[in-house]
């Protein structure tokens, strides 16, 4: 189930968790079937969703390909370093 005020760690996480096989029934599906409010969160999902068309899937089962989990673990990580950059910023402006 979608939580309703999502944030770029908790993408971060369900994509991890998709990937890894472990999202909660209609996590994942939920995650791309509803656009978000936030214009940076909605990019986030619109770049995982075109994810499953470059990267079609090879068996009924997959949601995308090989090529495309890597993918979504790319954009995951990019997300948890684009965090890790803006706490870093904060705590420099906090000293």
């Not at 936030?38 to 090529?67: F, G, S, Y």
Request: proline letters at 5%.
């Amino acid at each position: 189930m979608r939580k309703p005020n999502q944030t770029l760690d908790d993408i971060a996480a369900t994509i991890d968790r998709f990937v890894d096989g472990k999202c909660e029934e209609y996590e994942w599906d939920d995650l791309m079937s509803h656009p978000l409010v936030d214009p940076e969160l909605e990019a986030v999902r619109r770049e995982c969703a075109d994810i499953e068309v470059a990267h079609p899937p090879r068996h009924e089962k997959e949601w995308c390909n090989d090529e495309g989990g890597r993918a979504l673990r790319r954009i995951a990580k990019r997300i948890r370093a684009k965090l890790r950059a803006t706490l870093s910023a904060t705590d420099a402006q906090g000293s």
